[in-house]
């Protein structure tokens, strides 16, 4: 099978013209509150696959956003963006079981085996902001955008290439926008928590490289998205 070419693969995302939306819209969460206004305008990831029919019988994890550049060489990068709204100040269960290990250990009524349960969870349990900025790419690069193209050859009539092998071959950046933090604050929690979250994702980016599912990632604060527009040349 005949590999899809840049071409190609920009005329199947631009037959999602509909889906062609500013950030000020895409970056809106459940209560109608965008985290990002902008007039800069993305492919709506979310949209295009609640519309496929063929991922009807199920909701797959996708990015918000899908973006790409093609240079001049023609090398070409694809983004998957997501938009992620979170409390930071806001303590998570992760953190409330390292003050429930503290109380545990403190405890007279806790069993041993309790105890030995408790350091289980916590040992295993991971961050849940962490776990879904992880599956969201796979399941949007492996599973969404060949489901998408699938249907797309079908609604078209058009021979299907080989959308896999291209997805494999070409550049794909992970970009991550989260919740305002003031940046200037010396003693800044919710930016502690950002760096902290900031490493686990890294830990688990490492996988994701090895298995080519993403090339590069970043996670910034909402405010510095004019600041990525400018620093990879989308302006």
Same mark, same amino acid.
């Given at each position: 099978?005949?590999?899809?070419?840049?071409?190609?693969?920009?005329?199947? !995302?631009?037959?999602?013209?509909?889906?062609?939306?500013?950030?000020?819209?895409? &970056?809106?969460?459940? +209560?109608?509150?965008?985290?990002?206004?902008?007039?800069?305008?993305?492919?709506?990831?979310?949209?295009?696959?609640?519309?496929?029919?063929?991922?009807?019988?199920?909701?797959?994890?996708?990015?918000?956003? =899908?973006? #790409?550049?093609?240079?001049?060489?023609?090398?070409?990068?694809?983004?998957?963006?997501?938009?992620?709204?979170?409390? @930071?100040?806001?303590?998570?269960?992760?953190?409330?079981?390292? !003050?429930?290990? +503290?109380?545990?250990?403190?405890?007279?009524?806790?069993?041993?085996? @309790?105890?030995?349960?408790?350091?289980?969870?916590?040992?295993?349990?991971?961050?849940?902001?962490? #776990? &879904?900025? !992880?599956?969201? *790419?796979?399941? +949007?690069?492996?599973?969404?955008? *060949?489901?998408?193209?699938?249907?797309?050859?079908?609604?078209?009539?058009? *021979?299907?290439?080989?959308?896999?092998?291209?997805?494999?071959?070409?550049?794909?950046? =992970?970009?991550?926008?989260?919740?305002?933090?003031?940046?200037?604050?010396?003693?800044?929690?919710?930016?502690?928590?950002?760096?902290?979250?900031?490493?686990?994702?890294?830990?688990?980016?490492?996988?994701?490289?090895?298995?080519?599912?993403?090339?590069?990632?970043? !996670?910034? *604060?909402?405010?510095?998205?004019?600041? @990525?527009?400018?620093?990879?040349?989308?302006?």
């Amino acid at each position: 099978m005949d590999v899809l070419t840049n071409k190609e693969f920009i005329n199947f !995302i631009k037959s999602h013209e509909k889906f062609y939306e500013d950030i000020t819209e895409i &970056s809106k969460n459940n +209560s109608g509150k965008p985290l990002i206004e902008n007039d800069f305008k993305m492919y709506s990831l979310d949209e295009m696959c609640w519309d496929c029919e063929l991922l009807e019988e199920y909701t797959p994890k996708t990015t918000d956003a =899908l973006f #790409f550049k093609e240079s001049l060489d023609g090398n070409f990068t694809l983004y998957i963006i997501e938009f992620k709204f979170h409390n @930071f100040n806001k303590p998570n269960a992760k953190d409330m079981l390292k !003050i429930m290990e +503290s109380d545990v250990k403190k405890s007279d009524c806790a069993s041993d085996k @309790f105890k030995n349960n408790f350091r289980k969870i916590k040992k295993y349990y991971g961050d849940e902001v962490e #776990f &879904s900025l !992880i599956l969201k *790419p796979i399941e +949007s690069l492996s599973v969404v955008i *060949p489901a998408l193209y699938e249907q797309y050859c079908i609604d078209n009539d058009i *021979p299907q290439k080989d959308i896999r092998t291209f997805l494999d071959n070409v550049k794909k950046k =992970l970009i991550v926008f989260i919740s305002h933090y003031d940046d200037k604050r010396k003693h800044n929690k919710s930016k502690q928590r950002v760096q902290t979250m900031g490493v686990g994702v890294e830990n688990n980016y490492q996988r994701l490289k090895k298995g080519n599912i993403i090339d590069y990632y970043d !996670i910034y *604060p909402s405010f510095k998205f004019s600041y @990525f527009l400018s620093y990879e040349r989308l302006i």
